[in-house]
């Protein structure tokens, strides 16, 4: 191809028609420039072709971790209603009961304390390695860092005082009673277990505890679902 140019250009310089040659060499110069362009713009869709891959693999892999989310807060918030039915049922009893015999020893309510942990390795990867500009969708990613805060103060509020309960009303107990029968160890009367206020308070306060977490779960795995189908709809189209 470049022989067969060069050979039109000797040909135009022999005889001696400069105008044509002129003519020819701006053409040249244009095909040139058209090429650089055409290469160019191949080079940026191949560039953009990556970076659309990338943004769906890491769209896909925060999507499973939402979905993790998800399924992680509904089991905690089911765990949640059984521990505040099982913390109210050990309040009536304690008012009712005939002695500590009648109360339920295996109900272990007043200790566990369900946490919700959420998956953001995806997020955060993208974070960490200065590529979270790769979500083009700029609502999406602020809506997603808004998600982790929002967790975060939750964390820092309700969470926190539950961890608190749980090693305060440990601790109480370890002191109130003997945790285990013997003939030789003599246990409470349960008027005890009535008349001493931190105990009786602390169920109440954990259960109020328990639904301020059930009411910020439910709230949180609304917003990981429409998240999440926010992304569904991103790598769709």
Request: charged residues 25%.
């Amino acid at each position: 191809m470049l022989k067969f140019f060069r050979q039109i250009r000797k040909k135009l310089m022999e005889q001696n028609k400069i105008r044509s040659y002129i003519l020819y060499a701006l053409g040249e110069i244009f095909l040139v420039v058209i090429g650089i362009l055409i290469a160019l713009q191949v080079n940026n869709w191949n560039e953009s072709r990556k970076t659309m891959k990338k943004e769906q693999t890491s769209l896909k892999k925060i999507a499973q971790n939402l979905q993790e989310d998800i399924d992680l807060l509904q089991e905690i918030i089911q765990e949640d209603s059984t521990i505040y039915e099982n913390l109210s049922k050990l309040s009536n009893q304690i008012m009712d009961a005939n002695s500590v015999d009648d109360l339920d020893p295996s109900s272990s309510a007043r200790f566990r304390v369900p946490l919700f942990y959420p998956n953001q390795s995806a997020f955060e990867n993208l974070l960490s390695s200065g590529q979270i500009e790769i979500i083009q969708n700029d609502s999406l990613t602020q809506r997603l860092q808004l998600y982790y805060r929002s967790i975060k103060i939750i964390q820092e509020g309700t969470d926190f005082s539950l961890r608190n309960y749980s090693r305060d009303i440990e601790k109480f107990f370890m002191e109130f009673d003997h945790v285990r029968d013997h003939p030789k160890l003599k246990k409470k009367a349960i008027a005890a277990y009535r008349d001493d206020p931190f105990l009786l308070n602390s169920l109440y306060y954990k259960n109020g505890l328990i639904l301020r977490q059930i009411s910020n779960y439910s709230k949180i795995m609304v917003e990981a679902q429409g998240i999440l189908a926010l992304i569904e709809n991103e790598i769709s189209s």
